[in-house]
Every structure is written in C-alpha cells, then in structure tokens.
C-alpha cells in the first residue's frame, strides 16, 4: 500500500541532464529514488515548460495542474490591470527579482505568499488534505492547503537573492538550508504521507555560469543532499518507502551575457523599449510608485515579453480598441526590429510580434501573429514559415496562456541571434526554445516489487496520455504533474 509520496522540485534542472547524470553512473542517490541504477523501477518521462518556461508560471502549473489561463500566474512578471488580487486597483508583479520599480515581491512570496495568493486554482494539496493526508512542503512558493509550510529564513532568502560576495549565501549554501530544514522537521514529526523539497541553487548556479554548469551541481552537490534525505526517510520507523516523483520547471538555454542581446525597461538607466513609447507618446511603468497611472507595462520574462496597453479613452479595466490601441504599437516595434527606428537598441532584437483583439474577443482571445509586412496570420500559419528547431510545441502553449492576466502583445525574443527581455547573464529561459522548454519529470517506486511499480507507471503515464489527446494532442506538460498523480493515487491500494 502506497501512503507516502516524496516529490522532489529541482528548479530548472534541464532533462538531458538528468539523463546524462544516470547514463554515466554519477548519481547515486537519484539512482535509488528512481527504483534503481538501471531504472529497474523507475521512468524518465520529459515533459514541456508553459510560455513562458519560467519559474512562477511553471511551478503554478506543476502544483495546481492548470495551464497559466486557468491558474492565472502568466509569468514571473506580468500586470494584473483589473486588481483581481487587489481590490479593484490594478498592480505590477514582479515575482522573481522583487519588483525594482516598488515592492520586493519576491521576499513577500515567502513571508506573506504573495505568489499563492494569486493563484487562481487550488493546489493538489487541496485534493490530498480532503483525503485526510498529512503534506509537509519545504521552501516552496506555493503551499496552500499545505499541512506544514518550511518557509526558507528571511536572512538566507536575502543573502542567496540580494547579498554580495561578502555578505551573500550560495546556491549550495541556500540548497543545505533547506535540506537541513527538512531533515529538523522530520526528526520531530516524522514523515507526512507528501513531502515536498524545492531546491532553487541549480536554476541558479545554471544564470551564473550557464546551462554547462548544471551537471557539476546535480553531481557534486545536490545527489548528495538527496541521499542525506533518504537516509532520514529510510530511518523513519513503520513507514514505507515513499513513492518518488523528481521534477523540474523548466530548462535554460546558453546567451550572450552582454548588454547588447540583453533588453530592458528600468529606470533611470538601460530603457531600451523605453524610447520606443516614448516615441509613441505613450507613458511605459517605468519607475517607482506609476502603475497604475500609466498607459503601458511590460512584463519581461526572459524569452517572451507581455506588454499591457491601456485603452486612450477608459480606464485599465476597459478592454483596449484593437486598431487605435494595439495595432499601432504592434507594428512599432517591428519597425524598430527591422530598423531601430523608435529604439535602436531593438534593431535585431525580436523573433516574433504576437497581439489579440480582446475588444472583439474577450480577455481569453487568442494571440496572431504580425508579420513585418503588416499582415495578421494565424498561430498555425506563422510557426510553420519559421525555421526548424527554434520552438517546441508553440501554438498548444500560446493558446493555453492567452487570458485576461495576459499582454495586450507578446514579444518573443530573437533567440537565434541570442536576445532575451531581462538583465545580462549566460543563462536564460522563459521563451519557446526547445532548451529552455524541455523540463524534467521522472517518477520512482524504489519500495515496490515488478508488478506494482508496473501499475503504477501505467496508471501516471496514461492519465497523461490521456490529457494531453484531449486537449488538441499536444505534448506532455509540467500541467500534467497533478493529472499523473491523480491518475496514480486513484490506482493504487
């Protein structure tokens, strides 16, 4: 009988990683979550990031099974023009580095669960805590309904974030943290029937250095961390052994860290899109305490970009007229890609323009796709004229963001030459690229004889299966983590 679930969320880990690791026999302690050096009973099972592959939106998605228009987080960054969250007063969120422009958001996802208070839809410890499960979820953003939250301390979270050489944290530093968290609340309750780790040092060390640096700390230091974890599973008195599910958000793709491929909206300095409302008259968010008295934000989210344009004559809430409003500023940046006119920082700088009518259409309307030429044509349409290799199952996954938390356009940046809406760094995600794209999800039952691990990869698998033929045959997603564990939970004895 399976009462005992660990999942284990490894922030940005790519799956050729993880499959490389297991290959070349360097992860022990993974190896026997996973049933066992050969896989014996054990399963890789990539799945695809939402648009954008970025922490807030995919985590939101792995842990409520809802695709961002249904879960409502669109990015790490994005604006919420109706103040859902907010009593009616609309308001920029910037989840992954603070809000520069105001308040430190991403401290308050923490403290205060900021990001799961802007959840939409309910997590799956909803559906576990119905069932009389006790979950314990260490260090991770989104634990509502959630028996015990580990929150990470406010002096780590700020020194791993914020601090400098001298008085910052590492990744390896900040990863001890919360494993050490984790092994001092087990000690004393024992193990929940659902155990969640999120470990964030990866995702990071991979910004720093770039995606190359991920299997030097999967090997040297997280395999470890993980066996330090299982020996305290392992030693728990009358438990069995836990079923596994070991996940990751999204991957990362190798950039030039420079400021030329890096575009940006801050203030007082690099407003690259800056100048191009500027040109168009427009008032951009730009600087501290302006949302919402202002006529556009963009929320940057590495790879893809929302920009949010309010309509001239109403207010935030007021759904934009498509040909005054978006169309213009639509073709604008085109023109500044294929020029530098109204920015020359953007010459070069866009792989894609994407804007909906929501006036004609609603705010869960559909993106098309401009053209340089001035011509709107289909998702369909325009992914199929764009070179091979450069997007992973794009069309399911626009359509599955588009809604009313999302931009009024959506930029997709030029990954082929190497740009990205965020500050300078070797490592990027957040866009349509299969690098960044593919995440990793592998499930686990080291405690189970053949017959009942086969049961069980049936049972995950084809709910997946299942799903993801329903809705438009797409490929596999981070959304799927709760149907798959739904579909095992309701299987097994």
């Known amino acids: 009988m399976v009462e005992n679930y660990l999942l284990v969320d490894i922030d940005g880990l790519r799956p ?23 896989l014996e009973r054990g399963a890789l099972l990539p799945v695809l990031a939402p648009a954008p592959s970025i922490t807030f939106t995919s985590q939101a998605c792995l842990f409520t099974g809802e695709h961002p228009a249904g879960h409502g987080i ?14 009616g007063t609309p308001r920029h969120y910037a989840f992954d580095v603070g809000d520069s422009l105001a308040v430190d958001d991403a401290v308050r996802v923490f403290t205060d669960g900021l990001a799961a208070k802007c959840l939409l839809a309910p997590t799956l ?19 509502l309904e959630a028996s ?4 990470p301390s406010l002096s780590s979270l700020a020194r791993f974030t914020k601090g400098g050489n001298l008085f910052g944290m590492s990744a390896p530093e900040y990863d001890h943290h919360t494993l050490q968290k984790t092994l001092d609340e087990l000690t004393r309750n024992g193990l929940p029937n659902v155990l969640t780790v999120y470990f964030m040092g990866l995702d990071h060390e991979s910004h720093v250095h770039g995606p190359q640096a991920q299997i030097g700390y999967l090997v040297d230091v997280l395999d470890p961390m993980l066996g330090e974890l299982w020996e305290e599973i392992a030693s728990q008195p009358e438990v069995n052994l836990p079923f596994t599910l070991l996940f990751s958000d999204h991957g990362q793709i190798g950039v030039p860290a420079d400021d030329q491929h890096s575009i940006r909206l801050g203030f007082p300095f690099e407003r690259e899109m800056g100048h191009l409302f500027d040109a168009l008259g427009l008032d951009v968010h ?14 940057s989210n590495g790879g893809l970009a929302h920009v949010y344009l309010q309509n001239k004559a109403g207010r935030w809430a007021d759904a934009p007229v498509f040909e005054r409003d978006i169309f213009p500023v639509a073709q604008a940046f085109w023109e500044a890609h294929v020029s530098g006119s109204y920015a020359s920082e953007l010459q070069g700088a866009l792989g894609g323009v994407l804007l909906r009518d929501v006036s004609r259409q609603g705010w869960n309307a559909r993106y098309q796709a401009l053209t340089p030429q001035g011509d709107l044509v289909s998702l369909e349409e325009w992914f199929a004229a764009q070179p091979g290799g450069l997007y992973a199952d794009p069309v399911n996954r626009l359509h599955n963001l588009a809604g009313p938390l999302t931009g009024d356009l959506l930029l997709i940046s030029n990954y082929s030459e190497g740009y990205y809406f965020a500050q300078p760094m ?3 995600h957040g866009g349509l690229h299969p690098d960044e794209s593919w ?48 579909g095992l939970i309701l299987t097994l004895p």
């Open 74 to 87: 669109p990015g790490n960054q994005f604006f919420d023009r109706f103040g859902t969250h907010r009593g």
């Open 426 to 428: 070797p490592g990027m």
């Open 16 to 38: 050729d990683v993880l499959a490389r690791g297991l290959e070349e026999n360097r992860l022990p302690n993974i190896a026997r979550l996973l049933g066992g050096a050969g």
């Open 148 to 151: 015990v939250w580990l929150k």
């Open 125 to 143: 410890y909803h559906a576990t805590s119905q069932r009389g499960w006790l979950s314990l979820v260490a260090c991770h953003m989104y634990a």
């Open 286 to 299: 730009d600087f501290p305490g302006e949302d919402p008295n202002c006529d556009a934000v963009v929320a």
């Open 439 to 486: 995440a990793t999800l592998a499930l686990g039952g080291p405690g189970m004889n053949k017959g009942g691990w086969e049961e069980a990869e049936d049972a995950f698998v084809g709910a997946v299966r299942a799903r993801c033929q329903e809705e438009n045959d797409r490929q596999p997603s981070t959304a799927d983590l709760v149907t798959g564990f739904s």
